[in-house]
């Protein structure tokens, strides 16, 4: 019922930036929780930030808390993830997802995927 679409991947250099981007298909988007997860090569898919449905409360993984930021625009149906002061360990495939709620989505719990997109940080 909805379908995510990554996109603002890319290759930057340490220390640099990124805007990551989610599109959602459907009018139902406002209903759910967003997030974002990552995985590295041979590594587990892992939490990096979620947002109420209303944009107003966040949560971060602590790898990432102060240096990205999750938000939502739910008249253009989409959540972004601004990330700054990259490094090298943030290098990973970026997964939009949504679910029922904050919490449920930050558990991994989570009804809907995107396809991902390449995040490339080098050192």
């Known amino acids: 019922q909805v379908q995510l679409v990554e996109s603002g991947g890319g290759l930057v250099q340490a220390g640099g930036s990124l805007r990551l981007s989610c599109a959602a298909s459907?009018?139902?988007?406002?209903?759910?929780?967003m997030g974002w997860f990552r995985q590295a090569p041979g590594k587990e898919r892992v939490f990096v930030a979620a947002i109420h449905w209303n944009g107003v409360i966040t949560n971060y993984a602590d790898s990432v808390k102060g240096r990205f930021t999750i938000s939502r625009d739910n008249a253009k149906n989409t959540v972004n993830l601004q990330m700054n002061s990259l490094k090298p360990e943030d290098t990973a495939v970026y997964y939009c997802?949504?679910?029922?709620?904050?919490?449920?989505?930050?558990?991994?719990?989570?009804?809907?995927w995107g396809q991902g997109t390449q995040v490339t940080v080098s050192s």
């Open positions: 997802a949504a679910g029922s709620s904050r919490v449920v989505v930050s558990s991994g719990k989570c009804d809907y």
């Open positions: 459907g009018r139902t988007f406002s209903t759910y929780a």
